[in-house]
Structures are given as C-alpha cells and as structure tokens.
C-alpha cells in the first residue's frame, strides 16, 4: 500500500546542514528517507544558505555520501537569486559574488556597466572603490539590488572579518533602495522555490532545524515547516519549535512516517 490517506504536503524542501548532514556524515536514517521520497514520488529540493559553494560542489559532497542527485535539486542563496531573476525576465547582470558561483549565473549576460540587477555576495577581499561605485552608479540608474545574504560578519583563519551585509548596507544608503534579500527566510525564495515544485506554498513543507530560518521563515510565507530536533535543535527550543512548526520529529528519518508514507 501506497498512501493509506492523502499526504500532509506535496513537496519537500529539504535544509542540508544539521538536518541532512551533520559533521560530514548522513544524520542516521536521512538516505532511507530521501529513498522513501523518491519511491513514491513526491518531489523535494535541497536547500542550504551557503553562498560560498556552487550547486555542482553540493551534488558531488551528497554523492560521496550516498545520495544521488543532480543540480537541479540542489539550491543555494546564488542558486535561488538566479531562479528568481530569470522568473523576472532579466538577462542581464553584474556580480559581485566569489568567483566559484558564477556558473550558477551562467544563463545571463554579465554586464558590469548597464545591469538589470547586482547581485551581491561574497566578494571578500575582492571589493575594491571600483567595484562600489560600479554598483552604485547601476542600482541608482534603476538596476535590482539583489543580496545573497546580508550578515554583517564571519570568522576565517581565527578572526573576525567583514561579510557582504556591510557593503550590501553600503549601497542600500547611497542609493535610497532597498536590496532584496534571497536566502533563508526570505519570502521571496520560499514562493520561488514553491513554483520550482509547481505546487502552491501551503503544499510544501520545508524542513529544517534552524527555527528561525527554515522553520518561522516557512510559516511566514505560508508553507509547512518540519522542525527536526537535530543539528542546531537544542532542548531548550522545544516550546518554541512546536509553537512555530507545523509538526517537530526527532530527524529526518521520521518524515516518511509524517508524510504517511507506506
Ligand atoms: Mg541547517
């Protein structure tokens, strides 16, 4: 027997980091779920936030662990910004992101001088006056101002450093405009990715274990969510994750069982 009542959701979206992976290995039983879902054939996307690795990194680190996928079903920050703008209809762009993502770009034509969008991520050691001015001069001349992410900081090689956030403020005050954010939780990549899947927002669930990313982001723009009380999950967030999701099990393993899958 198939579906012995008619699923919760009709499509996944499924978080990688301390919900299917954690420290370089599957969460136990995570493969068997992923099996599960494409035994019965309800469509899912991955869907992580890094924005320092392409799509194409991603499916080979799930090959090596067991998984099978193909780019299509990976989505990072860059990877959803440029679903989002070709939905829009815009062909051209100016990037200011690492150099490894461009190739998810690669269905536009780069342009530095006359944009229809700047998508800002991270350049790091990369932005120079130049590359500011640049970007200011196309955004006040009507260009999107599209931001990966916006944190204002990270740690590599022991200290803190600048991230993108602060040059993505930079441009947002020099221009007047406000650059729309693409990554978890953002609204605009929650209704992006449901289209992916074809389904209405209310028909997907993502599934995560960052309560404000995945899960309240989800819910606010009104998909499911599925909390799992792995990777970030601690104790503590329980009364919180239950108030905030739809349903909280204790990994992936148990989303076949949520899904009523047989
Ligand atoms: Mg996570």
């Known amino acids: 027997m198939g579906f012995d009542?008619?699923?919760?959701?009709?499509?996944?979206?499924?978080?990688?980091?301390?919900?299917?992976?954690?420290?370089?290995?599957?969460?136990?039983?995570?493969?068997?779920?992923i099996d599960a879902l494409r035994t019965a054939g309800i469509p899912f996307r991955f869907l992580t936030n890094t924005t320092r690795k392409p799509r194409s990194t991603l499916v080979a680190e799930l090959a090596g662990l067991g998984i099978?996928?193909?780019?299509?079903?990976?989505?990072?920050?860059?990877?959803?910004?440029?679903?989002?703008?070709?939905?829009?209809?815009?062909?051209?762009?100016?990037?200011?992101?690492?150099?490894?993502?461009?190739?998810?770009?690669?269905?536009?034509?780069?342009?530095?001088?006359?944009p229809e969008a700047v998508v800002i991520g991270d350049l790091g050691r990369g932005w120079t006056f130049d590359a500011l001015d640049r970007a200011f001069r196309a955004v006040i001349a009507g260009a999107d101002l599209i931001a990966l992410q916006k944190n204002r900081y990270w740690k590599t090689a022991g200290r803190l450093s600048l991230d993108a956030g602060p040059f993505v403020a930079a441009l947002e005050y020099a221009t007047g405009k406000q650059a729309t954010l693409v990554g978890?939780?953002?609204?605009?990549?929650?209704?992006?990715?449901?289209?992916?899947?074809?389904?209405p927002p209310e028909r997907v669930a993502m599934v995560g274990d960052d309560i404000e990313a995945d899960v309240e982001g989800a819910r606010a723009a009104n998909l499911q969510a599925v909390a799992v009380r792995t990777g970030k999950y601690r104790p503590a967030d329980e009364k919180w994750a239950r108030e905030a999701a739809t349903t909280v099990i204790d990994s992936l393993a148990g989303l076949p069982a949520w899904l009523r899958l047989g």
């Open 184 to 199: 978890k939780p953002s609204r605009e990549l929650f209704h992006t990715m449901a289209a992916e899947l074809d389904l």
């Open 68 to 114: 099978e996928t193909s780019t299509y079903e990976c989505f990072t920050a860059p990877a959803a910004a440029a679903i989002w703008l070709g939905r829009r209809g815009v062909g051209r762009v100016s990037l200011l992101i690492a150099e490894a993502s461009f190739e998810d770009f690669s269905g536009f034509e780069l342009d530095d001088e006359t």
């Open 5 to 33: 009542a008619h699923p919760p959701a009709d499509g996944l979206l499924i978080d990688l980091d301390g919900t299917l992976w954690e420290d370089g290995k599957l969460i136990a039983g995570a493969g068997e779920a």
